[in-house]
Structures are given as C-alpha cells and as structure tokens.
C-alpha cells in the first residue's frame, strides 16, 4: 500500500472495481484483524449512499410525474367547472321564457316542474329543494 497517494488509490479501486476482497482479505489477514471493522463500516457505508442516491433519482423523477399529474388534475377540474358554468348558463336562458334577459320565480319553479331537470339538476349535484333556494 505504500504512499498515501497508492492508499486513495487502492481505496477507489477497493470501492469502485468489486475486488474488495483481495485488498482487505490481505490486511485482515496479515497485518490486523480490527480493519474488516473498517471494511464492513466503509463498505455498508458506501453501498447505503449509492442507494440513497438510487433512491432519490427514482424520487425526483415520480415528483416530477405526480406533478404533471397533479396540474392535469387542475386543468381537467378546471374545464369540468367551465362546463357545468355553460350548462347552468343554458339551463337559466332556457328556463327564461320569456325572453327578457331576467328569470322570475315563477319561470324558474315551471323549469323545476320538468324531469329532465330535475334529472339534470340531480346529476349536477344540485338538489331540487336547494334548487329553490338556489333563485
């Protein structure tokens, strides 16, 4: 092992070639036994970092998906609003039949009186007791 520079050297090969086992096996056995203390810590140590690594590229990018995810989520939540927002908006137009721009009471408890409606209102999640309070 020599110089400290052919130590650092032996160390990067020790960690990234897998031949670990020549290189301790040769101090454990010749020089002392309390190095493959050192070689089982370093070893467990470096194995369980490569792994968090690991871990954590796999991690960024499922991030990274959920939150594409989570923004098409919004998006579709967003477009499902402006949908039912159009939909009420023809149900008020249809419900005035009187064509003035305004919906009475009376116009409004004639719409509730239909079963589509109430079909409608129910699928809306709107139900047709709230609908009366709705006006």
């Given amino acids: 092992y020599g110089t400290s520079a052919r130590s650092v050297y032996t160390v990067f090969e020790l960690t990234f070639s897998g031949g670990w086992p020549s290189y301790a096996r040769r101090l454990v056995e010749e020089v002392s036994s309390l190095y493959a203390i050192f070689?089982?810590?370093?070893?467990?140590?470096?194995?369980?970092?490569?792994?968090?690594?690991?871990?954590?590229?796999?991690?960024?990018?499922?991030?990274?998906?959920?939150?594409?995810?989570?923004?098409?989520?919004?998006?579709?939540?967003?477009?499902?609003?402006?949908?039912?927002?159009?939909?009420?908006?023809?149900?008020?137009?249809?419900?005035?039949?009187?064509h003035d721009g305004f919906l009475t009471l009376k116009e409004f408890e004639n719409m509730l009186t239909d079963d589509k409606v109430k079909t409608w209102l129910s699928i809306m999640e709107i139900d047709v007791v709230e609908a009366g309070e709705f006006f």
Avoid at 49 to 66: K, N, P, Q, S
Avoid at 87 to 92: A, G, I, S, T
């Fill in 39 to 98: 070689f089982m810590i370093y070893i467990v140590s470096v194995v369980f970092a490569m792994f968090r690594i690991i871990t954590a590229l796999f991690l960024r990018d499922t991030l990274a998906v959920a939150a594409s995810d989570a923004e098409y989520a919004i998006q579709q939540r967003m477009r499902q609003s402006k949908k039912y927002a159009d939909e009420m908006l023809d149900f008020f137009y249809a419900a005035d039949t009187s």
